[in-house]
């Protein structure tokens, strides 16, 4: 069974920025694609970044390119979303998965263990 827990998360002003960590357990982080997903009040989850086993391959959402970075740690067994030039339009709940093999890295569906999510709020 594995366990990913985020942090990171709060209320920050339209423009700052904040680092999201997603924690997971067991011995086998590194074989696994890694992805960020958010969800706003009345809204669907949706794709934010993912990032492949070694670092070296990642994946942004439009809404993310420019201003996300997505990163890991296989030592930590830690992923990361460094988020600036934040707007009041990221305010969600954000959520780190494991992606399973095959398949493409922005539909949930190809994802198989999810966190618990923790809150963004930008304010305007």
């Known amino acids: 069974q594995v366990q990913l827990v985020e942090s990171g998360g709060g209320l920050v002003q339209a423009g700052g920025s904040l680092r999201l960590s997603c924690a997971a357990s067991?011995?086998?982080?590194?074989?696994?694609?890694m992805g960020w997903f958010r969800q706003a009040p009345g809204k669907e989850r949706e794709f934010v970044a993912a990032?492949?086993?070694?670092?070296?391959?990642?994946y942004y959402a439009e809404s993310a390119k420019g201003r996300f970075t997505i990163s890991r740690d296989n030592a930590k067994n830690t992923v990361y979303l460094q988020m600036n030039s934040l707007k009041p339009e990221d305010t969600a709940v954000y959520y780190c998965?494991?992606?399973?093999?095959?398949?493409?890295?922005?539909?949930?569906?190809?994802?198989?263990?999810w966190g618990q999510g923790t809150q963004v709020t930008v304010s305007s």
């Open positions: 990032i492949s086993q070694g670092g070296g391959s990642t």
């Open positions: 998965a494991r992606k399973s093999p095959g398949g493409n890295y922005f539909a949930i569906k190809n994802y198989d263990y």
């Open positions: 067991g011995r086998t982080f590194s074989r696994y694609t």
